[in-house]
């Protein structure tokens, strides 16, 4: 229950284990489990006001306004009218209110469009269409194909055989390819029959909700049985139905309860380092205000006790005050007089300068990626400064640094190498978007999306060359791909992974053209010919075989193992002839590794009738075996893979997103740590690190940390930290940190010679993330240049970002495309979501989107770190102006017997933060840039500054203060000394107080002007006109103001009469200006000219050069390919998980028949519509990777001749 959107009801103790009914409410009513309604939305209509001010008012600075306000209104106390403070602050609290009003706006829409999708539900034996929302746990509900999963469910039955259906988890890991589910025996025979399903009564007990993605335990018990669940029957809400007609699902878990939304962490209110450091000088400018107030409060006291009982004779006290209570009342006017060391207007144009940035970033056409409409955006607009300061950025890798996309580059076939284009001369070409593909045209069947090069590839399968057509065989028969042509000429694969979905797919365009399967047969077009070949067995892939095999009997009689897998693997079980050709192949295969490109071994072996026969009797026997059946199965398989002879092996691109390889390598000059934390497995991210250039074989040693025991675990870890700093002390190096009362400690950098890698397993790092040895492995992660973290459940990926959060001082940036990365998004300083793909649930949680990796780089090291460079400037010099017109007061208080008078005119304090001032500082932080965006690029270094906090510290602050300090003195004391004994032309004296005020505030706007023509790098039109502009509005503003005809309209408003044109028209007086305001920058550009020439820093150094250069762009950085020359070859996965070779061959077809076909070449009007070698499940055409390897001439060195093949 809710009172005005408040939980006013206890919190709901913590379940331990979920019961449920089917079809049965009231029961299931009594746990009081979430519905299926979601809420993001932080108020509603009645709520808003109260709460939002509750909130603005924690905020120290805009209290301690209210409080001014208070005192203003006491006539004993103010000095200033009210108005001086209530009008900025409504501004402050309404502009704040109304960004608040319109995001909750934004959130409340989201949750209403989600909220009110519909769905079929069955209730009382008839399927209704309800509302999401009202959909509650242990309603039965159908999904039809291309439809969102409702809640999570418990799959039920499908349209499809087996009862299996094929889903999309973009939205929860990123990933496109699809994956299978299936739903029990029983409740599979359900069907689609509504009166079987409404008398279903099965109880599930289950775990209760969390945020596991790839775990579910749980029983169902139905017709007196009990029957396991596992993840593997289980529907969570955020996926896509796809390729399923229909399916039905038992609701478990419902709204806040699910999976997805466990996963979506608790929003926490970021703060900029900048508004931490903000709130501590705000504190310790509260204590010094209160501090001047004290000596100014006892300065009255004894004044008041001196000299001012002289006075008492013709102006007696009121009410018999006596000094004490006199200087009690000083104290609190001083309080507001000295206010403006923190004025209101700060604040302001924080917001506006954040709100500025922001819109540079969502307006950079750098940043808008054309091919999916998607430009930048920033959906926070006030960590802008914050991307100046990234020092760990944290990276998912699937949909984030690749494309989740495989493209088939290069291929060995015998001995021959193809791939590569060479010129008449023999050189070779690099291959770009102009270079000439192969014409497929002699392929009606072939996939026009798929691209290659290399036009002998195409000849030899032309010239029918033996080894080239058994390659290509093998390819279309050995994979356990499901091909669907619903309707006729539009044949689409579904591969398990992207990989076989590429392979596939490059065999269908050279000929050999994989059509369907049974679970006994697999049918193919061989060049134009429609062949069955019989399916024996599938040797199914796993992590530890590493390869695949199937055994086929052609349509001729033969019998064949075909097996590809991992190199090494396969190459142990090559018979002794292929020796020669195994050292080509390993050849080549260096080749492709050294382009980071995924390796395949490809190896047959014809079989014996008798001995395949003898082989699938006891292949049967270990099949059905009670005990040890694995152990069983892979001795079989180990028995008759063996003898193969050698075909090839084939080069795949794990294809990533543009200009990653790029980004990283600016990123690192920038001296960034990059950490990639991704749920694939060790040999496939360490592969992608690799080739994004994360890891280099540059590096002195790569370290792998895979123990399998908390001991193990931490002995490598002190065996790489003592490998990269033989002298380092077994106990952590932290240093104490104090923030606001509270001590931390911090691990502190480590200096090691050369660079490192790390790379550790999930498992692994569970061990590390225990609070007796994290210490020790964020020690050592800090110490390596990259680190690649494999196998990690969301919920480490949040505590690795928390940890180095936590015991480091650095900003942290979160990047991720999926579910599975939104607790590290919403746990890092930073959290930034990839769009444009087909998840978009880190965006929703994200505070800044885009649509390529690559764009990283600009956010951070040009606006990032522009943002932060205008906020420090604008920092430094606001609080200059102010504490410099401040100080002036507390200088004048000595000499007006501590009464609290304003040395100053009451209209110019008003004005001169809001009129005066603001648009120069604004100009200033809003178009200043100290070099372009092309420097920025050309020299990434001149990010180091922000990470290390040397543009605005408390050291910068203690520098600004005493400079404020030297020039109140300045501004006060030089025009007092300059008038106190001098008198005007006509023998006048110009030493009255109207006159001081005019002058010294006019030497104050001046003084501070200079000093933000000194501050600004880049000047434009715009600033121009605001500097020049604000100078003449002062002008006109006080001769305005201090005319005869204001005077006689309100006298009491404005009182300097006559003022501005009496005093500004006295040379004297401009003299005391000019002097006044030289003495005030004199220390400025004496330091900043001693600082560049004795001890210049990097933007010194870059602006130097861009000055040589006379402001013209630096050349272009070269986009060189990055390559890496290495034996290491990358182990090719297939899939993260087992492949589907038991269902394959389960004795029930995978899929509906397909539509009556053409099975030749001959086929007209045929519109291919399978994945290209360019492998992508959402079907994007695709670009080729230029390659550049060296070229090897190469001889046939074994020539097939069995026709059989």
């Keep these: 229950m809710s009172f005005f959107g408040l939980n006013c009801v206890r919190k709901k103790e913590r379940e331990l284990e979920r019961k449920l009914r089917a079809n049965d409410r009231e029961y299931n009513l009594s746990f009081k489990y979430a519905t299926n309604a979601i809420k993001t939305s932080k108020y509603n209509f009645f709520t808003f006001l109260p709460l939002n001010l509750f909130e603005q008012f924690q905020r120290i600075a805009n209290a301690y306004f209210l409080f001014l306000l208070v005192l203003q209104v006491i006539p004993e106390i103010s000095s200033l009218s009210w108005f001086t403070t209530v009008v900025p602050l409504v501004l402050v609290l309404s502009v704040t209110a109304a960004k608040d009003a319109t995001d909750d706006i934004n959130r409340h829409r989201s949750d209403n469009q989600v909220n009110n999708r519909r769905v079929q539900v069955l209730i009382d034996g008839k399927l209704n269409s309800e509302k999401w929302m009202d959909v509650q746990v242990g309603d039965i509900i159908k999904l039809e194909n291309n439809q969102f999963v409702t809640a999570d469910l418990l799959l039920l039955s499908s349209s499809e055989p087996l009862n299996l259906v094929y889903i999309e988890t973009a939205e929860l890991d990123g990933e496109t390819n699809l994956k299978v589910r299936q739903a ?161 207007s700060l604040y302001v144009s924080v917001e506006f300068i954040r709100l500025g940035n922001s819109f540079y970033i969502d307006w950079d056409r750098k940043m808008y990626h054309s091919r999916s409409d998607t430009p930048a955006e920033a959906r926070t607009t006030t960590l802008n400064e914050e991307l100046g300061q990234i020092k760990y950025v944290f990276s998912d890798k699937t949909g984030t640094l690749t494309q989740n996309i495989m493209t ?57 060359t033996t080894e080239v057509h058994a390659f290509f065989r093998l390819l279309s028969l050995c994979h356990t791909v499901m ?50 070949y019989k399916l024996l067995a599938i040797l199914d892939f796993n992590n530890v075989r590493k390869r695949m095999s199937v055994i086929v009997r052609s349509p001729k009689g033969k019998l064949s193992l075909y097996c590809k897998g991992a190199d090494t693997i396969i190459y142990e079980r090559l018979h002794h002839s292929c020796a020669k050709l195994m050292d080509v192949t390993t050849e080549h295969l260096n080749e492709f590794a050294g382009e980071g490109l995924r390796t395949l071994a490809l190896a047959y072996r014809d079989l014996d009738e008798d001995f395949f026969l003898q082989w699938q009797r006891r292949h049967h026997e270990a099949s059905t075996a009670l005990d040890d059946r694995e152990g069983k199965l892979e001795q079989l398989y180990e028995e008759i893979e063996t003898d193969l002879l050698l075909l090839g092996a084939t080069a795949i691109e794990d294809k990533l997103q543009d200009g990653v390889p790029q980004t990283i390598e600016q990123l690192s000059k920038a001296d960034i740590k990059i950490w990639v934390l991704t749920g694939d497995k060790q040999e496939t991210a360490e ?108 919920l480490q990926k949040a505590q690795v970002v928390e940890l180095v959060k936590t015991y480091k001082r650095a900003v942290t940036l979160a990047i991720g495309d999926g579910a599975n990365d939104v607790s590290m998004i919403k746990v890092a300083h930073i959290g930034v979501g990839i769009s444009g793909q087909e998840g978009m649930q880190a965006v929703l949680s994200s505070d800044y989107s885009f649509a390529q990796f690559r764009f990283l780089q600009r956010l951070l090291l ?82 180091v500054p922000g990470q290390l906090n040397l543009y605005f510290s408390k050291t910068a602050f203690f520098k600004c203060a005493l400079h404020s300090c030297y020039s109140s003195l300045v501004l006060f004391f030089i025009p007092y ?158 899939s993260h998980t087992q492949g589907y070779g038991d269902l394959v061959t389960s004795g029930r077809f995978l899929r509906r028949p397909a539509p009556p076909r053409s099975s030749g070449f001959a086929t007209t009007g045929f519109s291919p519509m399978g994945r290209s070698a360019g492998y992508s499940p959402t079907g994007r055409a695709q670009n080729v990777r230029a390659q550049e390897v060296v070229a090897t001439s190469l001889q046939m060195y074994r020539t097939i001749s069995d026709a059989a093949l």
């Design 977 to 1134: 000394a300059a008038v106190s004994q001098a008198a005007r032309a006509d023998g006048r004296d110009v030493a009255d107080y109207q006159s001081f005020a005019v002058l010294t505030q006019t030497s104050l706007l001046f003084a501070v002007t200079i000093q933000l023509g000194l501050e600004m790098s880049y000047w434009t039109a715009v600033n121009t006109i605001f500097v020049v502009g604000s100078l003449v509005m002062y002008f006109a503003v006080t001769f305005t103001m201090y005319s005869n005809g204001l005077f006689l309209v309100l006298p009491s408003a404005f009182s300097f009469i006559g003022t501005a044109r009496n005093s500004l028209s006295q040379p004297n007086v401009w003299l005391t200006i000019v002097l006044t305001s030289i003495l005030c920058i004199l220390p400025v550009v004496t330091y900043r000219f001693l600082s560049i020439l004795l001890r210049p820093t990097i933007n010194d150094k870059v602006m130097f050069k861009v000055r040589q250069a006379k402001s013209s762009p630096p050349p272009p950085p070269r986009r060189t390919r990055i390559r890496r020359t290495s034996s290491r070859r990358s182990g090719y996965a297939f």
């Design 483 to 532: 091909a669907e042509e619903k309707k006729k000429g539009e044949l689409s694969y579904q591969a398990q992974s992207p990989d076989e979905g590429a392979l596939v797919t490059a065999a269908r365009n050279f000929g050999f053209v994989f059509r369907s399967r049974t679970p006994d047969t697999v049918s193919i077009v061989e060049m134009g010919e429609q062949c069955t």
């Design 862 to 943: 040009v606006h990032g770190r522009w943002s932060y460079l205008r906020m420090c400037k604008f920092l430094r010099y606001f609080f200059y102006k102010n504490f410099t017109f401040t100080f002036v007061h507390f200088w004048y208080g000595f000499f007006c017997g501590f009464s609290a008078q304003t040395v100053y005119d009451e209209w110019f304090i008003t004005l001169y933060n809001l009129v005066y001032t603001a648009l120069p500082v604004l100009g200033m932080s809003l178009f200043d840039q100290d070099v372009n965006d092309a420097w920025s690029f050309q020299h990434p270094q001149l990010y």
């Design 184 to 344: 029990l025996p029983v409740t599979g025979d359900l069907g689609d029959d509504v009166s079987k399903l409404a008398d279903f009564n099965g109880e599930v007990l289950c775990e209760p909700p969390n945020n596991r993605l790839d775990r579910f335990t749980g029983t169902l018990a139905y017709a007196e049985q009990k029957y396991a669940l596992d993840n593997e029957k289980i529907l969570l809400r955020g996926c896509t139905l796809r390729n399923t007609e229909w399916c039905f699902g038992l609701v478990l878990f419902g709204g806040p309860e699910t999976k997805l939304m466990q996963n979506c962490g608790k929003s926490t209110f970021k703060r900029t380092s900048v508004d931490r450091l903000m709130n501590v000088l705000v504190l310790s400018i509260f204590g010094f205000l209160t501090f001047m107030c004290t000596i100014l409060a006892i300065g009255n006291y004894c004044w008041e006790l001196g000299e001012g009982s002289a006075f008492t004779v013709f102006l007696p006290r009121q009410n018999g005050n006596n000094a004490a209570f006199s200087s009690f009342l000083t104290f609190w006017s001083y309080v507001i007089i000295l206010n403006t060391v923190v004025p209101i």
């Design 687 to 794: 592969n992608i690190g690799y080739s994004c250039n994360l890891l280099r074989e540059e590096m002195n040693d790569v370290f792998i940390i895979s123990g399998n025991s908390p001991e193990d675990v931490r002995q490598e870890l002190r065996n790489a930290r003592t490998s990269m700093k033989p002298s380092a002390a077994e106990d952590c190096v932290f240093l104490p940190e104090r923030t606001l009362g509270k001590t931390t400690k911090t691990v502190t950098d480590e200096p090691v010679n050369g660079e490192y890698g790390l790379i550790i397993n999930g498992r692994s790092l569970a061990y590390a993330l225990d609070s007796s040895m994290e210490w020790d492995f964020l020690r050592t992660a800090c110490m390596c240049k990259a680190v690649i973290c494999c196998r990690v459940t969301p």
């Design 408 to 464: 088939f580059n290069k291929c060995s076939i015998n001995g021959k190498m193809y791939g590569d284009v060479f010129d008449y001369m023999g050189q070779r070409l690099e291959i770009n978007e102009h270079t000439e593909m192969v014409d497929f045209s002699f392929n009606p069947l072939a996939d026009p999306r798929f691209i290659f090069h290399d036009h002998a590839l195409v000849e030899a399968v032309k010239l029918e």
